[in-house]
């Protein structure tokens, strides 16, 4: 998806960045597929900003927070993750 973003017309691009806002979206099953995500619209920069403010609503609390330590710092890196993703958005799209 993140190729297609890139290098894909305008419709390829949407309908990309759409399945990456859907991956995003820490409420899936599969958590590193979310933070897969985010780092794909990180490199987005301005290409991602037609998606910036549905990205700023995901919530990137980690689903299953019990289910081992290691799942507990993936949440805290996600959340610096998708604040830095929309720094930088915000930065490449002025």
Avoid: C
Wanted: a negative charge; charged letters at 30%; hydrophobic letters at 40%.
């Amino acid at each position: 998806a993140e190729s297609v973003a890139t290098y894909g017309d305008g419709s390829q691009r949407r309908e990309a960045l759409a399945t990456l806002v859907e991956v995003a979206g820490a409420s899936r099953d599969d958590f590193e597929a979310s933070v897969a995500a985010w780092y794909a619209l990180d490199r987005l920069d301005a290409l991602a900003a037609p998606v910036r403010d549905e990205l700023a609503t995901l919530d990137t609390t980690n689903p299953f927070p019990r289910r081992s330590p290691r799942f507990s710092r993936m949440e805290e890196h996600l959340r610096q993750l998708a604040k830095r993703t929309l720094q930088g958005i915000d930065a490449a799209s002025q």
